[in-house]
Every structure is written in C-alpha cells, then in structure tokens.
C-alpha cells in the first residue's frame, strides 16, 4: 500500500501536492468518530446518542437491580428490561459505524477526483 501512495504522490505535480497537504491525512479515529455529528445528519446523530445514552443508563440501572432481587419473578420483571434496554443501546451505537464507512468512502472519492482532474489536464 505505502508503494502505491508513493507512485501517486510521484505522480502529482507541485500544486496537486500542496492541494493533498492542505487536506491533509486520514483524521483519526476519534476524529471520524466525532465527524458523524456534524454535516446533513449531524441532529440526527446527537439525537440518536442522546437515546441511546439513556437506553444504556436505564439498561444498567435495571440490571443492577435484577443482580439485587431474590425471587424468580422479580429477576424476570428486572432482567428482561435490562436485556431489551442493554441491546437497544448497542443496536444504536452500532447503527452509527456506517455513517462514519461512508465519510471515509467520500474522502477516498474526492481523492481519486483531484487524481482524475489531473490526468485529464494532460
């Protein structure tokens, strides 16, 4: 890979490079992470976090007392809860990785659009 990212900066001339280092490289992962908040869908993330904060709170919170209960029903009136509030927060969570897959899939394009610019100016 590193090959490839060498034949390309090669490849480029002197503006395409101060171009690519203007955008500089591939933020981290903390960053794209904290990218899914802003942009069109930016509310609707928030908001989504904001649920599945209090899904989680109230998930932990009914297993704490399903652990603390002696009888039978009382764990079943507990544990389900918990179970249902627990995998709605990581059904949440998991549903914001393809919002971040698809920032990263957009930086890629416009990468190899400079590219293409460039190739067809020659």
């Known amino acids: 890979m590193r090959d490839l990212d060498r034949m390309i900066d090669e490849a480029l001339d002197a503006e395409e490079r101060e171009l690519l280092r203007s955008i500089g490289e591939e933020p981290g992962y903390v960053e794209q992470a904290l990218g ?15 649920v599945q904060g209090a899904a989680f709170l109230g998930g932990s919170w009914a297993a704490w007392n399903f652990f603390a209960v002696n ?25 914001m990785w393809p919002a971040i897959h698809a920032n990263r899939l957009m930086r890629e394009l416009k990468l190899i659009e400079l590219q293409i610019a460039r190739s067809s100016k020659s």
């Open 36 to 50: 899914i908040f802003s942009g069109r869908t930016g509310r609707v993330s928030v908001i989504l976090m904001i």
């Open 71 to 95: 009888d039978v029903l009382s764990a079943l009136r507990w544990g389900l809860p918990a179970a249902v509030l627990l995998l709605m927060s990581l059904t949440i969570k998991l549903a």
